[in-house]
């Protein structure tokens, strides 16, 4: 709704605050993670295919980010 317009950030910064950006980084939350027990951080499976969609997606993120804090 905002894309293009003078409000863009704020757009942006709503999509990230809602977790609709469309990407893993910015949408995953501590609830999205798996925690092993003992452990109080989450977990992530660095796998191939997950680095590969996090490098993809990461342009991406630079663009939401920087939009966000203009």
């Keep these: 709704m905002t894309d293009g317009t003078k409000y863009d950030g704020a757009g942006a910064f709503a999509d990230w605050a809602c977790s609709c950006t469309g990407g893993i980084v910015l949408d995953s939350s501590y609830e999205n993670c798996d925690y092993e027990e003992g ?32």
């Design 39 to 70: 452990s109080g951080e989450p977990t992530f499976l660095w796998t191939k295919h997950n680095v590969d969609i996090l490098t993809e997606q990461w342009s991406r993120v630079q663009e939401i980010a920087g939009k966000s804090t203009r």
